[in-house]
């Protein structure tokens, strides 16, 4: 039976990397950079009794709907100055980092080439083939797509830039996740980050953020003993499996609306900042990812399943009795400020 929350028994920041700002002044370089939006959703503070809660808004970065171009393009950059000759960028996905990968190398004069799962959407697969890429649809998931990208970019002159595994670009794409977090320090202040996690780099990201905040010894008020949890699929939630068991395990995956989340095993460049930041984690159902999309559309907010999904987990952490546990250890109470990540847009 699936968990519907769980206290990370092994959390230790100390032992958190120290997070790499390298990327930031390379981002901020880049043609049509902005920080995102941070939105206040006032109502549901006041609802659930808590100070405030905001939604980083990652419908539009770099023009497109997510924020995985943060890492896609650190990646690159970090790999093209070690191998400057390559002429194609492989990639696996689910469909929003398959897309940035295609953005960048079109951005750099690039060939790319995207391995997609069989139960990938025709619109994401459009959206990837709209950048320029050429498409491979495996006959398989996610993981699959992932095995069969590292053997293409085994070629001479390709590169793979992963979001997953050991390699280089797995370590880079957390540090270009980075950038996401210092704009919402400079935007606010919290206490309380909900991240969706699919492979986990991006919470990677969140946890080093955190754990290097409260190194600092800035008062709690700034942010600095800002505690994360990780919001899984119930039918898709390795890392809830992989805390639970102590070591990164491997789970089937039925499959789930929040596509770009729906995956077996955390990333080994990811799981050691998972393991000691991580708070906690939160599973939602689909129903509950769609419930808090149309919350969000009311408010205003374009989002997507993945997106919305920590919303979704708020609620459960403020109200469902089965978080309780959970909900003592993060201490969320009346003055708690919460960091909702929302990861997309309205994604093909």
Known sequence: MQLRSLVNPAVDPGNVAVPSGDAASFHAALPGYRATPVRELEAVAGELGLAAVTVKDESDRLG???????????????????????????????????????????????????????????????????????????????????????????????????DVGASDPAHWVIDGYQTLFAEAAAQGSHDLILVPVGVGSLGAAAARFAAATARAGTSAATGAQARVIGVEPATAACLTASLAAGRPTRIPTPGTTMAGLDCAEVSSAAWPSLRDGIHGTITVTDAEAGEAMRELAGAGLAIGECGAAPLAALRALAGDPACETLRRAVALHSSSRVLLIATEGLTA
Do not use: M
């Open 64 to 162: 497109l709907p997510a924020f995985k171009v943060l890492g896609a393009s650190w990646a690159v950059e970090r790999a093209l100055r070690e191998r400057p000759a390559a002429h194609t960028l492989i990639a696996a996905s689910a469909g929003n980092h398959g897309r940035a990968v295609a953005r960048v190398a079109s951005w750099r004069g690039l060939r790319c080439r995207v391995f997609l799962p069989a139960r990938s959407g025709e619109r994401r697969r459009g959206a990837i083939a709209g950048e320029g890429a050429a498409i491979t649809v495996v006959d398989g998931d996610y993981e699959e797509a992932v095995a069969q990208a590292r053997a293409a970019a085994t070629e001479p002159g390709r590169l793979e830039i992963a």
